[in-house]
Nanobody
């Protein structure tokens, strides 16, 4: 049973950076496509980025393109989301998710419905 735990959230000023980590146990994260999602108060959970199980494909939402980078560190069984040039609209709880249905495919799911394994979330707050 794959378990995911996010860390690295916190408070940062606009223009700052954070790196979120998604640590996996009970399985190998390299066997899964990994997605990152966020949910702000009163809003639906939205896809931020994902990386294919083959690591040959990455997707980024328009709102984060050029600022966020996703990586699956197979050697450490950890996925990361590097977030640069953060702004107020990035404030949300961030979740990592994993799905085994995309194994061997050069794609990854963009919606929450595509993922079966979820972490508990980590809060990111951008404020001045």
């Amino acid at each position: 049973q794959l378990l995911l735990v996010e860390s690295g959230g916190g408070s940062v000023q606009p223009g700052g950076s954070l790196r979120l980590s998604c640590s996996a146990s009970g399985g190998k994260l390299m066997d899964y496509a990994v997605g990152w999602f966020r949910q702000a108060p009163g809003k639906e959970r939205e896809g931020v980025a994902c990386i294919s199980q083959t690591q040959s494909y990455e997707y980024y939402a328009d709102s984060v393109e050029g600022r966020f980078t996703v990586f699956n560190d197979r050697g450490r069984n950890i996925a990361t989301l590097q977030m640069n040039n953060l702004n107020f609209e990035d404030t949300a709880v961030y979740f990592c998710a994993a799905d085994g249905d995309f194994t061997g495919l050069r794609t990854c799911g963009r919606g929450p419905e595509d993922y079966e394994k979820w972490g508990q979330g980590t809060q990111v707050t951008v404020s001045s």
